[in-house]
């Protein structure tokens, strides 16, 4: 268990609120517990936001213990900095200075695009969301898997969450179809491919990748979700009751070296119902990364 602690991101807002009851309800072993950092003004001591955050959780019970900091700085630039010694950054969707028509602030996109550690940005309830995923009852935690590119990041972080939540683990490895080819020049023309044949692979490279997360998580169910299309819509759509999705962010490459979320993650974090928690990517090679 990380001794690093759980950042909070507070500025007074009903978003930040909803962000340190997620940061604060995480359930620690009581020897294990972390402490939670709530990122404010500069000056901690007279603060009116972190006074409200006092107040706030004056009457809670069984709280870890508490570290009121304040800071200065852009948030933007100051929230991933703080994530360099944290184990886990929890944001709202929004804060005080976000434009309502906004799903998601710039402040939580600079967040999870540049932080070294995973960030869970909360949005605000009642997020409608398009189409169904096969749900069952209790609680569930979803995950992204591109069965081309997996990340053992990503799923070390979702069996995790999964353990500490008790809820089974939604394994969304979605698969383009139809599939196409070139044919000459300009013209794309379907493939003879049958489409069980891609579904049946694309489950057991599935399985076939969560077998040793679910070796060292026991107790954790995992369900491969093998559905054909993008795999944003199918991660929003499953976002719907769920505690938490788990995506991963793109790994930094020769050809482009600046961190970047991707477009399934970035869609994931505009248009979710459920908490998103944002991956960085796990351990590189030298090679993969440009010389300073």
Known sequence: MSTLPVIAAVDGSDDSLRALDLALDRQYAAWARPDVLLAGAADADDDPVLDRVRTYLDDRPDRPRTEYLGVEG?????????GSTAQLLVLGSRGRGGFASLLLGSNGMAAARDAECPVIVVPRPGREVDGEAPAG?????????HVDSPDDATLDFAFAEAALRG???QVVAAYQWPLRSWAVPAELVPTMIDQDAVANETRALAEGFLAPHATRHPGVVAEPYVPAGGAAGHLVAASQ????????????RLTAPARILGSVTQAVLLHAASPVAVVPPG?????????E
């Open 167 to 169: 809820a089974r683990l």
């Open 241 to 252: 009751g769920a505690d938490l999705v788990v995506v991963g962010r793109h790994r930094r």
């Open 137 to 145: 009852p209790g609680p569930r935690v979803v995950v992204g898997l």
């Open 74 to 82: 852009a948030p933007g630039a100051v929230l991933p900095e703080l």
């Open 283 to 291: 351990a590189v090679e030298p090679q993969d990364l440009p010389e």
